[in-house]
């Protein structure tokens, strides 16, 4: 049990959840579909982001049900690029696991590397290039740190999505996300190199979360809702604004989905 659950217990009664949920720029309004809410403010919980944020981000853990299933919603999250820390997730992936989650759903914005995957787009992440030569597992000192990354994102669970977002009439692509650090937007020339090194997107968030989830041994499945293409891939001038503004095409698919998904979980 982590401080921050034992809290939420003392705040919510005895939860149980069976997954939770992440939710990236632009998505936190994901968060109002569900039932039976309760909010918790971030800074009543020890060790969740404590930052003022990045606006389009929330910064509520939330309880609920949706399609059945309880679950625990990460309204926002702490990038690396907020304080230089790639474990500030840890505390709160810990704390919905203590609660019981066995799975965890990432969601993100990110720039697409494919013309034929354009903004509004959503990419299943089938695996993902760790360009910054940060782990959020540096420091930690039991042999849990050597974490297994093959197939981290859950094969089946990747399957099981595409299928159900065909019956929606949702196209789900999959793809190789690429972590850069940010905040800065990446350069057309760091664009061509990811593409080059086998990267369908990029993004600045996602992958330490899921190295650590992986440690504690979470099922792990993401999407990123593409809102723009990469720097020099298109005329678009990148910018949060714009990230933010073209969240909200990708985040109607993902409000259709992940009801879906928590379901089949
Ligand atoms: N690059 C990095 N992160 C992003 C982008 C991008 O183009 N779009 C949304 N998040």
Redesign the pocket.
């Known amino acids: 049990m982590t401080m921050a659950a034992d809290r939420i217990r003392a705040i919510a009664g005895d939860v149980t959840i069976d997954a939770a949920l992440v939710l990236g720029?632009g998505l936190s309004a994901l968060g109002d579909t569900l039932a039976d809410r309760i909010a918790i403010p971030y800074a009543e919980l020890e060790g969740f982001p404590r930052s003022g944020g990045v606006s389009g981000h929330g910064r509520d853990l939330l309880l609920g049900t949706l399609a059945g299933k309880r679950i625990a919603v990460l309204t926002g999250r702490e990038h690396y690029y907020e304080h230089g820390n790639p474990s500030a997730m840890r505390p709160a992936i810990e704390t919905v696991a203590a609660l019981g989650a066995r799975t965890l759903l990432l969601t993100n914005?990110?720039?697409s590397l494919k013309p034929e995957n354009g903004p509004g787009s959503l990419m299943l992440i089938a695996d993902h290039i760790n360009y910054n030569g940060l782990n959020p597992l540096i420091g930690e000192p039991t042999d849990r740190r050597f974490v297994n990354m093959t197939n981290a994102y859950d094969p089946a669970l990747r399957e099981r999505s595409v299928e159900l977002a065909a019956r929606l009439g949702i196209q789900l692509n999959q793809g190789v996300y690429l972590w850069?650090s940010?905040p800065s937007?990446?350069t057309p020339a760091e664009i061509r190199m990811a593409i080059r090194l086998g990267a369908d997107a990029?993004?600045?968030s996602t992958v330490p979360e899921v190295i650590i989830a992986r440690m504690l041994g979470l099922r792990v499945l993401a999407c990123s809702s593409i809102?723009?293409m990469?720097?020099g891939l298109s005329d678009e001038t990148?910018s949060h604004e714009h990230?933010k503004t073209m969240a909200v095409t990708g985040a109607e698919k993902l409000k259709a989905l992940i009801p879906a998904l928590v379901e089949a979980l």
């Open positions: 720029s914005s990110a720039g850069y940010g937007f990446e990029v993004g600045m809102t723009n990469g720097a990148l990230t």
